[in-house]
């Protein structure tokens, strides 16, 4: 049978490499979120910069985890799944950057959905490694924050400054992920 994740190993090597990651997640997002949000009030050089390079950073720590997910068995398809939707999501908002903050919002919208879908179904077959659920609760939210960014690009209200709270919510949960996993790899040490 051929799914679209593959099933995920659940050693505590396989932890490690992903709490580090996570803790370089929610560092990037916060200084990213923090430097749209000083810039978001008009679409100019520094605010594309970041809109492209945002999309770009996901597609090098979804590499950094495919190599992890590798040699511990991991969700490889659903990690390829995210790169292609990361790298063609950076093309899409370098060329909707042209047209406006509405066409941003679209195809950043289109891209939470899409990459929380994934997130959402990739937590839930590592929820063995522990601090998952943090994992499964933002892709869903993802979602949802993406159907919002394509309505209010429908709007008069259309604003990058809801984006750079997105990619601060997101850092925090993976701030949590990271500091559960190590709670949970802790204990099965202590065990």
Do not use: C, H
């Not at 430097?35 to 996901?58: H, K, N, Q, R």
């Not at 040699?71 to 790298?87: D, K, V």
């Amino acid at each position: 049978m051929d799914t679209l994740i593959d099933p995920v190993s659940t050693t505590p090597g396989a932890a490690a490499p992903l709490r580090k990651l996570y803790f370089l997640r929610f560092a990037f997002a916060a200084v990213w979120a923090g430097l749209l949000f000083a810039s978001a009030s008009e679409l100019g050089p520094l605010s594309v910069t970041l809109l492209v390079i945002y999309p770009l950073f996901d597609v090098a720590a979804a590499i950094v985890d495919v190599r992890s997910a590798k040699a511990n068995g991991g969700p490889l398809r659903g990690l390829y799944l995210n790169i292609a939707l990361s790298t063609l999501t950076g093309i899409g908002l370098a060329l909707a950057a042209t047209s406006g903050t509405s066409a941003v919002l679209r195809v950043w919208g289109a891209w939470a959905i899409t990459a929380g879908l994934v997130q959402l179904v990739v937590g839930a077959l590592r929820r063995g490694l522990g601090g998952q659920w943090a994992m499964i609760a933002s892709g869903a939210i993802s979602t949802l924050a993406g159907a919002s960014f394509i309505a209010q690009a429908g709007g008069d209200n259309a604003s990058l400054s809801s984006l750079a709270g997105y990619a601060f919510l997101g850092g925090v949960f993976f701030l949590v992920s990271a500091l559960r996993m190590t709670r949970t790899a802790k204990t099965a040490v202590a065990a």
